[in-house]
């Protein structure tokens, strides 16, 4: 029997106008995202994935 991962919602947000997007609290603290971080985004098998670049 095969496992699914476990999914946990950290937070929720929304587009602006200027399609910019504020990081839930949960998510800044969990992934420790500190201002001036350089931010990745990606796609795999049709979602998106953000993550801290390790390039700078």
């Given at each position: 029997?095969s496992?699914?991962p476990?999914?946990?919602?950290?937070?929720?947000?929304?587009?602006?106008?200027?399609?910019?997007?504020?990081?839930?609290?949960?998510?800044?603290?969990?992934?420790?995202?500190?201002?001036?971080?350089?931010?990745?985004?990606?796609?795999?098998?049709?979602?998106?994935?953000?993550?801290?670049?390790?390039?700078?």
């Amino acid at each position: 029997m095969s496992k699914l991962p476990k999914k946990e919602i950290l937070g929720i947000s929304k587009i602006t106008y200027k399609f910019q997007v504020t990081l839930p609290k949960r998510v800044r603290e969990k992934f420790n995202f500190k201002e001036g971080d350089i931010l990745v985004f990606a796609e795999e098998n049709g979602k998106l994935i953000i993550a801290k670049s390790t390039e700078y």
